[in-house]
DNA sequence: CCGCATCCGAGTCGATACTG
DNA sequence: CAGTATCGACTCGGATGCGG
C-alpha cells in the first residue's frame, strides 16, 4: 500500500504534509506557546498540563525536524533543554493565526449547524 | 508578532476542533474540489479515486453535520445524491487556501530543514 | 446509485517505570 | 531535569457484503 496521492498537482503533497503536521493533536497548542518566546521543556509541560510527556517530546521532535522549532541543549547539571520558534515557526503563525481567526470568529455559525444538524437526525 | 489566539481560553477549543476537521486525511481533498461547484456522490468517488467508499460518506457526514457542505438527495431511481459547500464552507477556503500557498511557497526551506536534520541524526 | 454495517490490521495516544 | 522504553487502549482507514 502506497500513499501516493492520485492528484496530479505536487504540491497538493506538500500541503497534506503540513496539515498532517499541524493537524496533530498537540501542535497548534505548542507552537502559540512558544511564539511568545523561548520555553525549557519543564515549562511547556506545566503550561499544557494535560499533555503527556512522551507526546510533548515527539511533537517537539517533528517540529524541530520540520524546521519550525530550534532546540538548545545547556549540558548542565541538571541539564537544561530550551525551545524556541525559528523564523519559519515565526512565519507559519501568520496562516496559523488567520484559521484560528476564522475558527473563533465563526464558532457560532458552526455550532448553530451542528444543532441544526442533531435536529434532524433522530437517534445516531 | 504577536499571538492572537487566546490561549487557555474556550477559543481554544473551537480552533482545536477546526484542525482536527480540517486535519483529516481526506478533508482539504474535498472541500477543494467542491469549492468549483455541486459535485454527485459518484463523481467524487471517480474523483479522487483512492479513497474508499467508507471514508468518502464519513468525511462528507462529517462536513455536513460542521455546515461547511450541504447534501441534496434527489429521490429518483437510480438515486442521486448531490454535495455543494454552503457559504460557510466557501467561507473556510479563505483560510485554507492561505495555509496551502504558505505549504507552497515554503517547501523548499521545509525540505532543507528535513535534509539538515536527518544530516545531524545517525541512524534513528 | 448511494451508503450503512461489520470486521480487521496498523498506527496513535497515553500511563507507568526507568536512565543519565 | 529531560528524556527513553514498554505496553495496553483506542481510533483510523480499508475491504467486503448487504439494503433501499
Known amino acids: 500500500m502506497k500513499p501516493q496521492i492520485a492528484h496530479n498537482s505536487v504540491d497538493c503533497r506538500h500541503v497534506k504534509q503540513l496539515l498532517n503536521r499541524i493537524g496533530g493533536k498537540w501542535t497548534v497548542l505548542i507552537v502559540t506557546r512558544l511564539s511568545r518566546g523561548p520555553m525549557r521543556f519543564s515549562e511547556l509541560k506545566r503550561d499544557i498540563s494535560e499533555i503527556s510527556q512522551k507526546m510533548l517530546t515527539s511533537t517537539l521532535r517533528d517540529l524541530e525536524e520540520d524546521g519550525f522549532v530550534r532546540r538548545a541543549v545547556t549540558p548542565s547539571i541538571p541539564p537544561r533543554v530550551d525551545y524556541e520558534l525559528t523564523d519559519l515557526g515565526h512565519d507559519l503563525l501568520g496562516p496559523l493565526d488567520a484559521l484560528g481567526a476564522w475558527a473563533v470568529k465563526n464558532k457560532d455559525r458552526v455550532e448553530e449547524a451542528r444543532q441544526r444538524y442533531r435536529?434532524?437526525?433522530?437517534?445516531?
Open 119 to 124: 435536529a434532524l437526525q433522530p437517534g445516531r
